[in-house]
């Protein structure tokens, strides 16, 4: 039964025992799923016929009088209330409805459609294979004239239930069924004769369940999947480096479920709205990937809801409030660093806007794009999940498989630039899957959410090894898990570090010191972290290189020196001593001359801070890449420029106490 009426009018029916299901216009997607699956039972019960050799289902029913052993065909009614509303708001179902009509009859299937305004609603093709007409009391008596086919309306008495027929002239009166009480008598009764027969069977497949797990979709798999699978569909989920298990795809109007394995080839967009499913889906194909072997890098700005199953897997893990190694990673992924490996993107509109805070604004989507027709291209495979606002734009448009979330309403199917049919039931993870030639409807797999996993963190700030791992490798090798990270956001802090190590630094924040036998210059602001610093420089000298630490001049605020200090560091450079001295980075900036300016070209630049004042004006290469909004007023915090090369760097604070004591000082 169709009620488009909200189901108010067909509501009570439905607990009669033969009515298999009440659609109305309030779920427009289970009616659409429904009326293909009807017009799939057509196709199915021809063949059927075909095979037995029957004319119909009435001679099919007298064979199986003789042959037991054949399939049962239930006679099937059809009941379309408010038709007029269903053609004006899902005309791609009435081709279903013509076939029902013209077919039907003699495969045990048949319709009955009512309307309160016929005109415009029943085409020719409907009325010319409707056997009976039935014309009751109109406004408009001109209407009923041609859907009876014989005259004008005869004037029917104001009463209700008083109607006309096509196949006989005159008018009749149909029986009263009785008010809501009444009939809910009747239901009863009807409801407790049929207790000791078998329930009735629906002559469509149940939807895929909300929260649906792989294993749940593999036994719907081996009893109803599809013989012949569309492009881009398979009979079977698997995952491999290649493929991904992904979702359950329905098919209606094959009376079956495919499986869908997102080919990594070519990106996939997963586009919803809030809470429709979009990390989840992200996240089953981070355990896909995990089942197959495949580093998986993630960007997004809640990293809890993404957490990677394998640790030894996981690459770069990075959320935007760190834009500049996000850059960095999607730098390396442009560069074919990735090759064969998986990049996941949450979020699209708050890395676009991470990315803006660091370039400029729009420079996010041009970033986006480029990852996406880079993928194309075979560099990395590639999935990102965002609003569905992002579906329409142009810097998406290279993206042909996609996944359409939480789309249950016209208005949301105009948002994503869909057709009014492409919509999905109303749960979380149901959703549209549109490839290249064909769409359908579709339930992402549910993987289990994990704790979150250390394993992406360098080795002196990790506490604890990362666990939670569902596969046969050793969670707690944090040397594998960091070569599969080509990019690790910085700490904001760092207390300790080998001897050797003046901070955390480099792509993957592991201990880093630059070359020191030349000196360096420290430039920043006051309470940059300059003094700490020179202090950690002096440390290190004394633990590796106690000799050059010995030779070494060390001097802090040398843009405020006495002239004795000058003339000591000026007589150290030109004997080929090497010089360690800090400056402040105003100015630093506006010295042109002296020791503090031939430092600047002889020795390696210690820049903290480098976003503030006049910095960027101290390095001979730019730094808008390297410059992160969020950290600029850090200690500790900075860059080391050394032959046009850059080196992001956080300083350790663990020094020496008795570093101002010492003569070199």
Not at 3 to 17: A, H, I, N, Q, S
Not at 30 to 41: G, P, V
Not at 73 to 91: C, G, K, N, P, S
Request: hydrophobic share 45%.
């Amino acid at each position: 039964m169709v009620d488009y009426k909200g189901g108010t009018c067909l509501g009570p029916l439905k607990r009669l025992p033969h009515c298999v299901d009440l659609l109305t216009d309030l779920e427009p997607a289970a009616t659409a799923r429904a009326i293909e699956a009807i017009s799939a039972q057509l196709r199915r019960r021809e063949q059927i016929l075909r095979k037995s050799n029957c004319k119909d289902i009435t001679e099919y029913e007298q064979l199986r009088h003789h042959q037991p052993s054949l399939a049962p065909l239930a006679r099937m009614l059809v009941v379309v209330d408010e038709f007029a509303t269903l053609a004006a708001t899902q005309e791609e179902l009435l081709e279903h409805l013509l076939r029902l009509a013209a077919q039907g009859r003699s495969l045990g299937m048949h319709l009955i459609l009512a309307t309160q305004h016929p005109h415009g609603a029943l085409s020719t093709s409907i009325t010319a294979n409707a056997a009976l007409r039935v014309c009751l009391r109109m406004l408009d008596a001109s209407e009923g004239a041609p859907l009876l086919g014989h005259g004008d309306l005869p004037d029917l008495p104001r009463a209700p239930g008083f109607l006309c027929l096509s196949t006989q002239r005159g008018h009749f009166r149909c029986p009263y069924a009785g008010t809501a009480q009444e009939s809910a008598v009747w239901i009863d009764a009807c409801v407790k004769a049929a207790q000791a027969l078998p329930p009735c069977q629906s002559p469509w497949l149940a939807p895929p369940p909300a929260n649906l797990t792989f294993t749940q979709a593999q036994q719907l798999l081996s009893a109803h999947a599809t013989p012949a699978p569309a492009k881009g569909l398979a009979t079977n989920l698997v995952s491999t480096r290649q493929n991904l298990a992904l979702a359950l795809c329905d098919l209606p109007e094959q009376l079956a479920y495919g499986a869908f394995n997102w080919d990594s080839a070519t990106p996939l967009g997963i586009f919803g709205t809030s809470a429709s499913g979009r990390t989840a889906a992200l996240r089953q194909l981070a355990s896909s990937a995990a089942q197959a072997g495949l580093v998986t890098h993630t960007i997004g700005a809640d990293l809890n809801q993404l957490t990677l199953p394998n640790a030894a897997l996981a690459g770069s893990q990075l959320d935007t409030f760190h834009p500049c190694e996000v850059l960095r990673l999607t730098q390396l992924a442009l560069e074919g660093k990735l090759r064969g490996q998986l990049l996941l993107i949450d979020d699209l509109d708050c890395v676009g806007e991470a990315i803006d805070t660091v370039l400029g604004l729009g420079e996010g989507r041009d970033v986006l794009e480029k990852l996406v027709n880079a993928s194309r291209r075979g560099l990395f495979a590639l999935a990102l999940a965002g609003d569905l606002a992002n579906a329409p734009m142009r810097w998406c448009a290279n993206i042909s498989q996609r996944l359409y979330l939480g789309v249950c309403s016209d208005a949301l199917a105009d948002q994503a630039g869909l057709k009014r049919c492409q919509q999905a039931p109303n749960q979380v993870g149901a959703g549209v899957l549109t490839l290249a030639s064909h769409w359908c409807a579709a339930q992402i797999l549910l993987a289990p959410v994990l704790p979150t996993s250390a394993a992406n963190l360098p080795a002196s700030v990790v506490d604890s090894p990362a666990s939670a791992s569902d596969l046969p490798v050793n969670p707690s090798d944090t040397t594998t898990a960091l070569a599969a990270a080509p990019v690790v956001a910085l700490p904001e802090n760092v207390s300790t570090c080998p001897p050797w190590a003046l901070g955390l630094g480099g792509d993957q924040a592991q201990p880093w010191c630059p070359q020191l036998n030349q000196g360096l210059i420290i430039i920043g602001p006051a309470g940059s972290g300059r003094s700490t610093a020179l202090a950690r420089v002096y440390d290190i000298l004394q633990a590796t290189d106690p000799a050059l630490a010995q030779r070494a001049i060390f001097i802090d605020n040398l843009d405020q020196a006495c002239p004795s200090a000058i003339n000591t560091v000026e007589t150290a450079l030109d004997a080929g001593i090497p010089v360690f001295a800090t400056a402040l980075t105003s100015r630093a900036a506006n010295t042109y001359s002296g020791p503090l300016a031939q430092l600047r070209s002889l020795s390696p630049l210690l820049l903290l801070a480098p976003g503030l004042g006049e910095g960027t004006q101290l390095a001979n290469v730019r730094l808008t890449r390297w410059l992160d909004p969020h950290r600029q007023h850090l200690p500790g915090r900075g860059l080391v420029i050394a032959s046009s090369q850059i080196t992001p760097i956080q300083i350790c604070q663990n020094t020496s106490p008795t570093f101002a004591a010492n003569p070199q000082v």
